[in-house]
């Protein structure tokens, strides 16, 4: 999907966030947007996610406290390897994962040709591209990255120590943290007004 004009993902608000969720219309459609949405995860790595990763127990369908994204699935930075990332469950994706029925092994999202292989970012782009779309949104220029970049920008916005949104999103330095914080306009007017 394409990028805002500075070249990073669109800044997704909480209320343009339900839209677009309100036209995601399969199931497992609406369950990675959450977990993206609550994880600040990349998309190719929920993609790969395996059952096991969230349910401990997928027959009686018993969560684990956290998600485990492996290494394998997670991008490499600036020559480093890459590691692996584990984020605790938020209320609000608990609820989303407690009422969804997953497969008993293997891929969590399986391609719906293929079920021995994991879906595509370029499916969850296409759904993702569709449901932004219907919702009136295109002109946001909104990607599958929007929403690690709502997710950290929302932390930093909340007032969550920087070293603590570094801890949850795995990035390995500030310096590329800070790249994804949007600059809040009304923070903005109100550092202007704290001058008189």
């Known amino acids: ?37 609550y994880t600040g995860e990349r998309w190719g790595a929920i993609a790969q996610l395996k059952v096991t990763d969230i349910w401990s127990d997928p027959v009686r369908r018993y969560l684990r406290e956290t998600i485990v994204f492996r290494k394998e699935t997670r991008k ?12 605790e469950i938020h209320p609000e994706l608990h ?7 997953p497969p008993t092994v293997g891929w969590l999202f399986p391609s719906p040709s ?6 595509t970012l370029r499916s969850c782009d296409k759904f993702l591209r569709r449901a932004v779309t219907l919702a009136g949104l295109s002109h946001k220029k909104i990607s599958t990255h929007s929403t690690r970049r709502s997710f ?20 390995g330095s500030y310096e590329m943290l800070d790249k994804y914080i949007e ?8 550092a202007l007004a704290s001058l008189i």
């Open 76 to 87: 490499r930075g600036g020559g480093k390897e890459a590691i692996a990332r584990e984020i």
């Open 95 to 101: 609820r989303s994962l407690s009422a969804y029925i």
């Open 152 to 171: 950290i920008t929302d932390l930093s916005r909340n007032g969550v120590d920087r070293r603590v949104i570094k801890e949850l999103t795995g990035h």
């Open 183 to 190: 600059s809040d306009p009304q923070a903005r007017r109100r």
């Open 1 to 37: 999907m394409e990028k805002s004009t500075q070249g990073k993902a669109a800044y997704i608000s909480r209320k343009e966030a339900a839209k677009i969720r309100s036209f995601l219309t399969l199931d497992s459609h609406r369950l990675m947007w959450d977990i993206a949405r």
């Open 114 to 119: 293929d079920l021995l292989h994991h879906v």
